[in-house]
């Protein structure tokens, strides 16, 4: 038991599922390959993150989700109670002592809290999981609906310059 706890300090794998007040927090499976596709292709998803291929074909979606990744990265998708696809959150961990958090909300869902009521629920997850590290996430500056997000579930802009161009790290304030 002490050394299944030990190593999921260094994996996303086996990740819980989240339930929230509207969603149903869980990793991407095979099935959910034509949802994700159909959410991702979308220009003002594509556009605004670096490694989304435009086109986001069935074929991406496929290897988005794959198995390969699960033990330092991880998709999650938030669904609706109905079942739809509204929101992906990318979990990235980083060295020993960092996850970086990313996410996109599909464009019927924009506006009506999904976002930052999916992201909520995963640093929950997160600070279960992963109590010691830092939650990071990266975005551009002038990008107003996910510097909202950011500062809405408590983050704040570090000033420092991300890994991907033009983007700031904001780090999640622990309180």
Not at 16 to 40: F, H, N, W
Not at 90 to 106: E, P, T
Request: aromatic content about 6%.
């Amino acid at each position: 038991m002490f050394f299944r706890k030990l190593a999921s300090r260094y994996s996303l794998a086996n990740l819980p599922p989240v339930e929230t007040a509207r969603l149903r927090l869980g990793p991407l499976v095979p099935a959910d390959a034509e949802a994700l596709r159909a959410l991702t292709d979308d220009p003002a998803i594509t556009g605004a993150v670096e490694f989304l291929p435009s086109p986001f074909t069935l074929q991406d979606a496929r290897q988005l989700i794959g198995p390969a990744k699960v033990k330092t990265d991880c998709f999650l998708g938030g669904k609706t109670r109905s079942g739809d696809l509204a929101v992906v959150v990318g979990l990235h961990l980083r060295g020993d002592h960092a996850v970086a958090i990313g996410y996109w909300v599909g464009g019927a869902h924009r506006g009506q809290g999904h976002g930052s009521e999916a992201v909520s629920g995963v640093l929950a997850l997160l600070r279960k999981r992963f109590p010691t590290r830092f939650v990071i996430a990266e975005t551009l500056p002038e990008n107003a609906a996910s510097v909202g997000l950011l500062t809405k579930v408590g983050f704040r802009d570090t000033g420092d310059p991300g890994q991907l161009p033009g983007r700031r790290i904001f780090a999640l304030e622990h309180g």
